[in-house]
């Protein structure tokens, strides 16, 4: 877990910058935070000048400084000396010491309306900054407004108080009216905005395609994640299986074993240890939880009558790579082993659901957009997981930024308009 730096723990850290000249940190962020400046900035005592430079360049400050993976540290130069600078902890010492109210100046809202469809991280990114423009934003978000880190993560890693710091501040300053709302079609939006951005990250998630899916005990883990987000006790037995080896996958393996320390999780992932996807400091917190992990393992059936009870999987090695460079998992023969579940949760992916008909795709389902996030529909917009697929809040927080500006070019004239 994450632990907060007091005054003098942040002074320390921040004196062991070595403010690079071609600082790597930088490039690695996906927002290109300007690292050494707000580093800087607490070495000298002035907190509020290092949270604008942070806003400056990553709307979601408060969000990602407790959920972001920190893609800075692991290419930060100071670990060649010793060990990399705590940058996601000094950027938290800056969010939990300042207050985002204080001294707050938005322009008036008097330029063209327009529509948000997707009220998470990408979302929010593109009203603030579409806001700090005078545009006037409208999202449009049927479920709870935050995206994943308000409906899934857990209250453990994100608490309700901190999600709704700062989703609350960017819709209290920077969205002229959250509309409760489904949109399907670019149609129901009518002519009344200049502009539209696509935001509703990846609604539907993978399925294993092989027998018995259906069975009493098989949940998709995205639903067990909002049970445990909304203060509802899980559907999950005593023994569970998570198939999948992504972030999602270990983030519900620790909710279900920090909800019941008593509860068997095991998470079931066919390649092994140096190929599991998912974050490291995720990997840590589920393993100091007591999560348990089964590699080389290929899901092959579900067993059970009525209900699981458990799952036949077959023993992996390595093959060569495919066109992504990952080493593919093959089947050893004749080594198909049982593992008695009581509850199976999938967790191998997300895709797209089939909203917005008109709008090119990609074979995948994605949204096709060119280089200024323009879609095929010409005034409409999209970014975030819904054209990238499954990535980070910082990764998604930076298309929405990107997104605000591509919009305002547009709107001016200057962008696609010809």
């Known amino acids: 877990m994450q632990t907060t730096l007091s005054r003098e723990q942040a002074l320390l850290e921040a004196e062991r910058c070595l403010y690079c000249y071609d600082a790597p940190c930088e490039k690695a962020c996906p927002s290109a935070v300007p690292v050494s400046d707000f580093i800087y900035s607490i070495k000298t005592g002035n907190l509020k000048g290092a949270m604008e430079i942070i806003v400056e360049a990553n709307p979601l400050i408060d969000i990602c400084g407790i959920l972001c993976p920190a893609f800075c540290q692991d290419v930060c130069t100071r670990k060649q000396i010793d060990s990399t600078v705590r940058i996601r902890a000094l950027h938290r010492y800056i969010m939990e010491n300042t207050d985002m109210e204080e001294n707050l100046e938005i322009p008036e809202a008097t330029k063209e309306k327009v529509a948000i469809v997707g009220g998470g991280p990408a979302g929010l990114a593109c009203a603030r900054e579409l806001r700090m423009m005078g545009y006037r934003p409208y999202i449009f978000e049927k479920k709870k407004i935050g995206g994943i880190p308000a409906q899934e993560v857990s209250s453990a890693r994100f608490s309700e108080g901190r999600a709704d710091r700062e989703i609350g501040?960017?819709?209290?300053?920077?969205?002229?009216?959250?509309?409760?709302?489904?949109?399907?079609?670019?149609?129901?939006?009518?002519?009344?905005?200049?502009?539209?951005?696509?935001?509703?990250?990846?609604?539907?998630?993978?399925?294993?395609?092989?027998?018995?899916?259906?069975?009493?005990?098989?949940?998709?883990?995205?639903?067990?994640?909002?049970?445990?987000?909304?203060?509802?006790?899980?559907?999950?037995?005593?023994?569970v299986g998570v198939i999948g080896g992504g972030n999602v996958a270990i983030e519900v393996a620790s909710a279900l074993k920090a909800e019941n320390p008593d509860r068997d999780v095991e998470v079931i992932y066919r390649r092994g240890m140096k190929e599991i996807k998912a974050f490291p400091d995720e990997i840590e917190e589920a393993n100091e939880l007591g999560v348990t992990f089964q590699f080389m393992a290929i899901p092959k059936e579900i067993r059970g009558t009525d209900k699981v009870e458990g799952i036949v999987v077959t023993r992996a090695h390595l093959g060569e790579p495919d066109e992504s460079g990952r080493r593919q998992p093959?089947?050893?023969?004749?080594?198909?082993?049982?593992?008695?579940?009581?509850?199976v949760v999938i967790a191998v992916g997300q895709k797209a659901d089939k909203v917005f008909p008109g709008i090119q795709r990609k074979?995948?389902?994605?949204?096709?957009?060119?280089?200024?996030?323009?879609?095929?529909?010409?005034?409409?917009?999209?970014?975030?997981?819904?054209?990238?697929?499954?990535?980070?809040?910082?990764?998604?927080?930076?298309?929405?930024?990107?997104?605000a500006e591509k919009i305002a070019k547009y709107i001016e004239g200057s962008v696609g308009n010809v």
Do not use: W
């Not at 093959?330 to 509850?343: G, H, K, M, R």
């Open 330 to 343: 093959e089947p050893v023969p004749d080594s198909d082993f049982f593992i008695p579940l009581d509850t």
């Open 169 to 239: 501040f960017i819709k209290k300053h920077f969205a002229i009216d959250v509309i409760n709302k489904d949109v399907d079609s670019i149609d129901e939006l009518a002519n009344g905005y200049a502009a539209v951005f696509i935001s509703t990250g990846l609604a539907d998630e993978q399925d294993l395609g092989i027998p018995r899916e259906a069975l009493e005990g098989v949940y998709k883990a995205r639903e067990i994640l909002r049970d445990i987000k909304d203060g509802r006790t899980s559907k999950a037995g005593k023994r």
């Open 363 to 403: 074979e995948n389902g994605l949204i096709s957009v060119d280089e200024n996030m323009m879609t095929s529909v010409k005034g409409v917009f999209a970014g975030g997981d819904i054209v990238r697929g499954a990535s980070t809040i910082v990764e998604c927080a930076s298309d929405g930024k990107k997104a």
